[in-house]
């Protein structure tokens, strides 16, 4: 919110990524998204799943599909609806290649999704 405090533009707005909330923050995405709401224009519905090494030291991972990790999409996508979010959403396509890497693509996903 500061930044956009700062900028004081109506075209700086908020592409929300509930996936990377929890990796770079921990925090829970719905939470995080209450008080930025209004300000959202954009969505990546991308996924994070987090183990703790034997230090206790957190390794998120966002390179996963959509629905296998912590992200609670149904109740992110209930707070948009609230607030009457039509806005595009994207999804994160992850394709296995042949060499055993993953390509990591995003596609735009318009208000068909959940």
Known sequence: M?????????DFKIRYD?????SYTGKDP???LEPILPHVTGFCA???????DAAGKR?????????AGEVDFAAVFKRTRIR????????RVLQDRRDGRRNDRQRPREPGLP
């Open 84 to 91: 009457r979010f039509r806005r595009p959403r994207y999804g």
């Open 18 to 22: 509930a996936g990377n909330i929890i």
């Open 59 to 67: 390794k998120p991972d966002v390179m996963i599909q959509f629905g």
């Open 2 to 10: 500061t930044a956009i405090e700062k900028v004081g533009h109506p």
């Open 46 to 52: 991308k996924d994070c799943s987090v183990e703790i």
């Open 30 to 32: 719905v939470a995080e």
